[in-house]
């Protein structure tokens, strides 16, 4: 069984242990998977493949699973070939690179 955790954007800044009175934050769940160095993979975080390609990871409602944007399914990826570089709150202009 996989881990549940979660880490919380407030607005200003990632918090990797969210408090329980905390408001107004965004919460991002862990998928339970890591990136070739080890590094947990959380739905926000922006990813790079072995061919330097960028990709959000994003839980997709409609089939149930962490997908990573514009390839599917986070699952089906080769985690020794992708690295978490960012993520989308603190590094949006990663995005605008693709």
Same mark, same amino acid.
């Given at each position: 069984?996989?881990?549940?955790?979660?880490?919380?954007?407030?607005?200003?800044? +990632? !918090?990797?242990?969210?408090?329980?009175? +905390? &408001?107004? &934050?965004? !919460? +991002?769940?862990?998928? *339970?998977?890591?990136?070739? $160095?080890?590094?947990?993979?959380?739905? *926000?975080?922006? &990813?790079?493949?072995?061919?330097?390609?960028?990709?959000?990871?994003?839980?997709?409602?409609?089939?149930? +699973?962490?997908?990573?944007? *514009?390839? *599917?399914?986070?699952?089906?990826?080769?985690?020794?070939?992708? $690295?978490?570089?960012?993520?989308?709150?603190?590094?949006?202009? !990663?995005?605008?690179?693709?």
């Amino acid at each position: 069984m996989r881990e549940i955790k979660f880490r919380a954007w407030t607005g200003e800044r +990632m !918090l990797n242990e969210v408090a329980s009175n +905390m &408001v107004e &934050v965004e !919460l +991002m769940q862990y998928t *339970g998977l890591e990136d070739k $160095n080890g590094k947990e993979i959380f739905e *926000g975080d922006i &990813v790079e493949d072995e061919d330097h390609f960028y990709y959000e990871i994003q839980w997709d409602a409609d089939d149930f +699973m962490y997908i990573a944007d *514009g390839i *599917g399914p986070l699952c089906e990826l080769e985690f020794h070939e992708i $690295n978490v570089i960012g993520n989308i709150h603190e590094n949006p202009e !990663l995005l605008e690179q693709k």
